[in-house]
Nanobody, 123 residues
Framework: QVQLVESGGGSVQAGGSLRLSCAAS????????MGWFRQAPGKEREGVAA???????SYVDSVKGRFTISKDNAKNTLYLQMNSLKPEDTAMYYC?????????????????WGQGTQVTVSS
């Protein structure tokens, strides 16, 4: 059974930093993509950053230069380093596992979701 468990969310002032982690387990298929999505109240879920099995990354324009996605294959853990946070980054952040070529910060075909971790940025 695939499990994705996020951690690292919290409250921070604008300009601050947070690092999200996603511990993945229960799968053996290696040709996968992983990513981070977020959903703010009243808005649709959007892809933020994604990484494919070869290590290629993709970001939504609004986070380019501020967020960095990475993964540790030995630990089966996905990370999202978020710097220079803005109030508009406030959202529930979800880890996702799927397949397909990552583009514009999105995994095109998500098969599994984590439960989410809240990020709140105050001005």
């Amino acid at each position: 059974q695939v499990q994705l468990v996020e951690s690292g969310g919290g409250s921070v002032q604008a300009g601050g930093s947070l690092r999200l982690s996603c511990a993945a387990s229960g799968y053996t298929y290696n040709n996968y993509s992983m990513g981070w999505f977020r959903q703010a109240p009243g808005k649709e879920r959007e892809g933020v950053a994604a990484i494919d099995s070869g290590g290629s990354t993709s970001y939504v324009d609004s986070v380019k230069g501020r967020f960095t996605i990475s993964k540790d294959n030995a630990k089966n853990t996905l990370y999202l380093q978020m710097n220079s946070l803005k109030p508009e980054d406030t959202a529930m952040y979800y880890c996702a596992l799927g397949i397909g070529t990552v583009v514009a910060g999105t995994v095109p075909s998500v098969g599994y979701w984590g439960q989410g971790t809240q990020v709140t940025v105050s001005s």
